[in-house]
């Protein structure tokens, strides 16, 4: 068992990951039973050759980008950078590691749909209809796996999260939703994100690469910004465990591009 902090050089931020460079043994009750004991958001299992399964403490999901990019970097760091090609529920990820041990993954192919009426998910969340930036309007997102868009016109409403987890985790549920990823836009390319996760157990992420290459989906969708563009996406903040992730859309391909680093964190005892 690795443990990795992902989207970060700094292994008291970011977002830890576990992960198993060789699972071929375990089963799928194994691999939850792992999880769950390590209690972190994802772990990742190399269960072939590049094929690798995420599971959260509660769940298997079919795809999770900060354990992606964990998972990339200590592979690079035992065999060394350039491109590996991962096989996922949510289908085949490329993900190319450089000299500085900084990982970049390509989404598969995302779509967005519309979404109506969100008063009860804002009724959980505690958050006001008048809050919602109109200029970013509620929608799920897909890139490897469902997450619900929300974006407000304050840095301090993204502050003061508190939310009903077994509602929450109600809703979620019946939608296929991942996360939420609740957003503040800072200027035109920056942003600040926060993803409550309690599908998987979790309260909230302190990084979340798969709901930033589906926001990133999101925004060119809406024609927010404009490819080939990179996005800057602040997360963990407010949970003490500050992450950078960076979104690259293209113009060439529909497909999305999330960079960070990663730093082993040291085995507790």
């Known amino acids: 068992m690795l443990r990795y902090a992902a989207f970060t050089t700094d292994p008291a931020g970011g977002n830890p990951a576990g992960v198993v460079l060789d699972a071929s043994g375990l089963d ?37 980008g900060h354990a992606t990019v964990a998972t990339a970097v200590a592979l690079a760091e035992r065999i060394g950078p350039g491109q590996l090609n991962f096989s996922t529920l949510a289908g085949q990820v490329a993900v190319t590691v450089d000299e500085l041990l900084r990982a970049t993954l390509t989404s598969v192919e995302p779509y967005v749909e519309e979404i109506g009426d969100v008063s009860e998910v804002l009724d959980i969340l505690a958050w006001q209809a008048d809050q919602l930036d109109p200029a970013l309007p509620p929608a799920i997102a897909y890139a490897g796996a469902r997450h619900l868009v929300l974006s407000t016109l304050t840095r301090q409403r993204l502050a003061q999260l508190d939310y009903d987890f077994d509602r929450l985790l109600a809703f979620m549920l019946e939608r296929d939703l991942t996360t939420l990823q609740l957003v503040w836009r800072e200027s035109a ?57 960076e979104v690259e859309l293209r113009a060439e391909d529909n497909r ?4 960070g680093n990663a730093v082993s964190i040291a085995e507790p005892g």
Do not use: W
């Open 256 to 259: 999305v591009r999330v960079s």
């Open 28 to 64: 799928d009750a194994a691999m939850q039973a792992i999880a769950a004991e390590l209690g972190y958001s994802e772990t990742a299992f190399v269960t072939g050759k590049y094929a690798v399964r995420y599971f959260s403490p509660k769940a298997e999901v079919p795809f999770c």
């Open 189 to 245: 390319n920056t942003f600040h994100v926060r993803d409550p996760f309690p599908v998987g157990g979790v309260v909230e992420d302190p990084a979340t690469g798969a709901a930033a290459a589906a926001f990133g989906a999101y925004l060119r969708e809406l024609g927010a910004v404009q490819a080939p563009v990179t996005l800057t996406l602040h997360q963990g903040d407010d949970l003490g465990r500050p992450s950078l992730i």
